[in-house]
């Protein structure tokens, strides 16, 4: 299975990006997907996640409010719409897929992106 994180770029407070992780290798719609990220010197947090069973999304309070979570299973594809970015989004995001039942916790996750990385210049 393989992981293709982007969109990531600079972008100023306030403004917007929109994140796409494609997979393939597996059949994208029986794996659960989330989004992470992981600023310079601390640990890698959870941003956002949804389930394959029912498409529900689920956010961690870096993601709740601003940013939005969707998944295209006819493209393979998984989204992260971020809007109202602020200088503390800043970070590398990583896509993660499987079969996962805590969907916060990243050992959970089987597969990972390469990363994109999102600065956001205040």
């Known amino acids: 299975v393989q992981l293709q994180a982007s969109g990531g770029g600079l972008v100023q407070a306030g403004g917007s990006l929109r994140l796409s992780c ?14 992470f990220r992981q600023a310079p010197g601390k640990e890698r947090e959870f941003v956002a996640a949804i389930r394959w069973t029912d ?39 990583y896509c993660a897929a499987g079969p996962v039942e805590y969907l916060e916790r990243a050992a959970e996750y089987a597969y990972w992106g390469q990363g994109t990385q999102v600065t956001v210049s205040s």
Not at 24 to 33: A, I, P
Not at 60 to 88: P, V, W
């Open 22 to 35: 494609a997979v393939s290798g597996h059949t994208f719609s029986s794996y659960t997907m989330g989004w």
């Open 55 to 93: 498409n529900s999304p689920w956010y961690g309070d870096s993601g709740k409010g601003r940013f939005t979570i969707a998944r295209d299973n006819a493209k393979n594809t998984m989204y992260l719409q971020m809007n109202r970015l602020k200088h503390e989004d800043t970070a590398v995001y």
